[in-house]
């Protein structure tokens, strides 16, 4: 399995960005697919899952991100609005694990991460 994320970069706050991430060696359409990120000095964090028809926003997120798939490509984005420079992090993307509705962990290794820098 390769969850590989890209599209990161330097941008200024208030900015957008698009990352993607390319998985392999998995069925894509048969996962729910989220997009996480890890800040310097804390621990990674679920920000937004993707079903096949619905999507999920934590608040730190929510109204200024978009992840949507294309289950042709097995590639799901992140289209991010209004940046801040809260939102600096190494962005990756994962298959959360659900038990009983609730996410234990991620069911993959974690791949290649993509560098979000939000500075002017």
């Known amino acids: 399995v390769q969850l590989q994320a890209s599209g990161g970069g330097l941008v200024q706050p208030g900015g957008s960005l698009r990352l993607s991430c390319v998985a392999s060696?998995?069925?894509?359409?048969?996962?729910?697919m989220g997009w996480y990120r890890q800040a310097p000095g804390k621990e990674r964090e679920l920000i937004g899952t993707?079903?096949?028809?619905?999507?999920a926003y934590y608040d730190s997120v929510k109204g200024r991100f978009i992840i949507s798939r294309d289950n042709a490509k097995n590639t799901v984005y992140l289209q991010m609005y209004s940046l801040k420079p809260e939102d600096t992090a190494v962005y990756y993307c994962?298959?959360?694990?659900?038990?009983?509705?609730?996410?234990?962990?991620?069911?993959?290794?974690w791949g290649q991460g993509t560098q979000v820098t939000i500075s002017s």
């Open positions: 060696g998995i069925i894509f359409s048969d996962n729910i």
């Open positions: 994962n298959a959360p694990k659900y038990w009983v509705g609730t996410i234990i962990g991620t069911k993959y290794n």
């Open positions: 993707i079903t096949t028809d619905d999507t």
